[in-house]
């Protein structure tokens, strides 16, 4: 059972940045995913960005393309989102997610993933 910790949200300004983190825990992480979704006020959970824990590929939404970038630190065992140049619209409850499909960076979907952690406000003020 993977245990996932998010961290490192809060109220910032238009144009700055965050860095989230997500510490796993329970297992060794080898061909697996991980994601960053982010569910905003009355809209349906999303995508944000995902990787492939092993080779390191990523995806991300088009809409943070060019301003997140999510990484790993393999002996940490965690996964961060830097966010940087935020916006309004960012504003959102951000959860981390594994799956246990090393392709589900690719094209992430919900349901793709099984375990999900207990989620961090990230709120941008205009």
């Known amino acids: 059972q993977v245990q996932l910790v998010e961290s490192g949200g809060g109220l910032v300004q238009t144009g700055d940045s965050l860095r989230l983190s997500c510490a796993a825990s329970?297992?060794?992480?080898?061909?697996?995913?991980l994601g960053w979704f982010r569910q905003a006020p009355g809209k349906e959970r999303e995508v944000v960005a995902a990787?492939?824990?092993?080779?390191?590929?990523?995806y991300y939404t088009d809409s943070v393309k060019g301003r997140f970038t999510i990484s790993r630190d393999n002996a940490k065992n965690t996964v961060y989102l830097q966010m940087n140049s935020l916006k309004p619209e960012d504003t959102a409850v951000y959860y981390c997610?594994?799956?246990?499909?090393?392709?589900?960076?690719?094209?992430?979907?919900?349901?793709?993933?099984?375990?999900w952690g207990q989620g961090t406000q990230v709120t941008v003020s205009s």
């Open positions: 997610a594994f799956s246990t499909r090393g392709s589900a960076w690719y094209r992430p979907r919900l349901f793709d993933y099984g375990h």
């Open positions: 329970g297992r060794t992480l080898g061909n697996d995913a």
């Open positions: 990787i492939n824990w092993r080779a390191g590929n990523t």
